[in-house]
């Protein structure tokens, strides 16, 4: 009768548990798979973050822009994804490349970072994170932000152009 008893206390503390696991689980699914939601991503929320959103040209795509600041201030990291259009789904496999422009000059190209400045970035999920969107603003004032998509889902496409502009 003691190893029953033993047992049933066993039980009541995972039971008791289960209700925090269920919600820390939900809670973390919900980060992981929510893309965007009206004017905020839950996947890329930061304390800092501000998401633009834009469509290409030729609406093909809606482009999502995030610069997060790094700890030097001028070091501004961002994070790139792409939906398909009007709406809020992920578009796999985009070709594209992230390009920023000051006072008409191209100061900063993604592709330039991987060694291979003709060849475009390639986003398996839909969406991009990785330190080639680093860029150190050395220079306040208004910047643009160029991201030409050239192909979908393994097809090329005539080049399409989302832009944005921010001030440093």
């Known amino acids: 009768m003691?190893?029953?008893?033993?047992?049933?206390n066993n039980l009541k503390c995972v039971v008791?548990?289960?209700?925090?696991i269920i919600i820390?689980?939900?809670?973390?699914?919900?980060?992981?798979?929510?893309?965007?939601?009206?004017?905020s991503i839950v996947a890329y929320a930061t304390s800092n973050s501000t998401v633009l959103r834009s469509s290409t040209n030729a609406s093909s795509l809606d482009v999502l822009l995030v610069p997060?600041?790094?700890v030097s201030?001028?070091?501004i990291h961002f994070k790139v994804?792409?939906?398909?259009?009007?709406?809020?789904?992920?578009q796999r496999h985009v070709d594209f490349n992230f390009?920023?422009?000051?006072?008409?000059?191209?100061?900063?190209?993604?592709?330039?970072q991987t060694g291979q400045p003709n060849i475009p970035?390639?986003?398996?999920?839909?969406?991009?994170d990785i330190p080639l969107f680093t860029y150190d603003f050395l220079k306040s004032g208004e910047y643009i932000i160029k991201i030409p998509v050239v192909g979908i889902l393994f097809n090329p496409i005539i080049p399409e152009m989302a832009e944005f502009r921010i001030r440093y």
């Open 81 to 90: 994804g792409f939906l398909q259009p009007n709406t809020n789904e992920l």
């Open 73 to 75: 201030r001028e070091e």
């Open 99 to 112: 390009i920023i422009i000051k006072d008409g000059k191209e100061v900063f190209r993604a592709s330039n």
């Open 16 to 20: 008791g548990f289960v209700p925090i």
């Open 24 to 39: 820390s689980v939900s809670i973390t699914m919900m980060i992981i798979f929510s893309a965007h939601n009206g004017g």
């Open 121 to 128: 970035l390639h986003s398996i999920p839909g969406t991009m």
């Open 2 to 8: 003691n190893l029953f008893e033993n047992n049933n």
């Open 68 to 70: 997060l600041s790094n």
